[in-house]
């Protein structure tokens, strides 16, 4: 039999994922519309504070954990509520980006079907790099000038480096359609460019064509 | 302190064999395979935790830190089964962000960008996983929704609702 000061220990990254998505959910409501990147941050922080609070008062109150023990437990309780956190994020993340949802969704609005160049027609590549474009400007991801669309250091490209290298490391492959389009007016970047591109570690791709 | 390095230990060695496994052999079914891994792994993990062939320093024998433990390794197996279908296929915006990166600060027009995913490679792909898990169907080069797609595009199109979403892709 479990105390109640262990059940909270054991679930306190639980609650703590309880109240990020309830947190959000309310905030999704109150922000409408476009609710956008702060209040899924906002939600993040509170529930990473309930998962803290409860994990150090469970932990004294039991009487077990002081010190390096204490910091072990806030370590444990931390990593496993960010990766609670990861899992909620991508699932809010599907209803704004997945490919799969989007079909099903133009799907949903023909009751009678449709030829799959219909589908093609409704939603493709050219769209999908519309929107995209939109959204990674909209978010400062990128910088677009009026003209082109330049770089800047951000998160996402963070994140996106490291999943090449993942990439790379597990699947011995790369992005297929990474390339550096060649351009008659403006000279293609050398070497030493792309090797100082904005995060220091992308190099044009040697994806498939 | 000792729950942290056991969960530690368990991530890297799991990870370490992931990705031996996967660059030899690759698995047919991939998500399978890696709940199967990680899932394998942890139960031997929690029973090498609380084994008495383990020196007693490193020894879990209280339930609520081997309860931890488990959760830490539910937490981390989810997480990574999502983050594997993004290493697994190329995200069109991640193509963006490392096109435009590579081009430095001569930058891309959008005529340039808008040519980067090929409709096949993308849509193409998708649907044809939507076909094969009997969310879609298609005849004749017709496409419609199955019963158990129409339920899950209602699901979604609640879950847009609920959050105030656009449509997204």
């Not at chain 1, 941050?41 to 529930?47: P, Q, R, S, V």
């Not at chain 1, 011995?172 to 000279?187: L, S, Y």
């Not at chain 2, 004749?140 to 892709?169: C, I, K, N, V």
């Amino acid at each position: 039999m479990i105390s109640f000061e262990e059940a909270v220990l054991i679930l306190a990254p639980v609650a703590g994922l309880a109240v990020l998505s309830c947190g959000h959910l309310a905030l999704c409501q109150i922000v409408r519309p476009r609710a956008g990147l702060r209040t899924l941050i906002a939600a993040f922080l509170a529930g990473f504070a309930v998962t803290l609070f409860l994990t150090t008062q469970a932990a004294r109150s039991g009487g077990q954990h002081e010190g390096a023990d204490l910091c072990g437990l806030v370590g444990l309780h931390g990593m496993t509520y960010v990766a609670f956190a990861y899992g909620y994020a991508n699932f809010y993340n599907l209803g704004i980006a997945s490919l799969r949802i989007r079909i099903l969704q133009e799907l949903l609005s023909a009751p009678h079907g449709l030829a799959q160049q219909e589908l093609l027609n409704r939603y493709n590549g050219k769209r999908i790099a519309q929107s995209r474009l939109e959204r990674l400007v909209q978010s400062h991801q990128i910088e677009f000038d009026g003209h082109r669309y330049v770089s800047q250091p951000s998160l996402l490209l963070r994140i996106a480096v490291l999943f090449r290298v993942l990439k790379r490391l597990i699947l011995r492959r790369d992005f297929q359609f990474v390339r550096v389009p060649v351009v008659d007016q403006a000279p293609a970047p050398t070497v030493h460019q792309v090797e100082h591109a904005p995060t220091d570690s992308i190099a044009v791709s040697g994806g498939r064509p | 302190m000792v729950p942290l390095v056991w969960a530690l230990a368990w991530l890297t060695a799991t990870f370490a064999i992931h990705v031996v496994w996967w660059r030899n052999r690759p698995p047919r079914s991939q998500t399978v395979a890696l709940l199967g891994l990680f899932g394998g792994s942890a139960v031997a993990c929690l029973a090498g935790a609380q084994s008495s062939f383990t020196p007693v320093p490193g020894r879990l024998t209280d339930f609520s830190d081997l309860a931890q433990l488990a959760v830490f390794q539910v937490a981390m197996t989810l997480a990574y089964v999502e983050a594997y279908t993004a290493i697994e296929d190329d995200s069109p915006s991640m193509t963006i962000l490392l096109t435009v990166a590579a081009t430095g600060a001569r930058g891309c027009v959008r005529e340039e960008l808008q040519d980067l995913i090929p409709d096949e490679a993308i849509v193409g792909r998708r649907l044809q996983a939507l076909i094969a898990a009997g969310l879609v169907h298609l005849n004749e080069d017709r496409l419609s929704l199955s019963h158990r797609g129409m339920r899950w595009a209602r699901r979604f199109q609640t879950f847009r609702r609920l959050y105030g979403l656009p449509l997204g892709g």
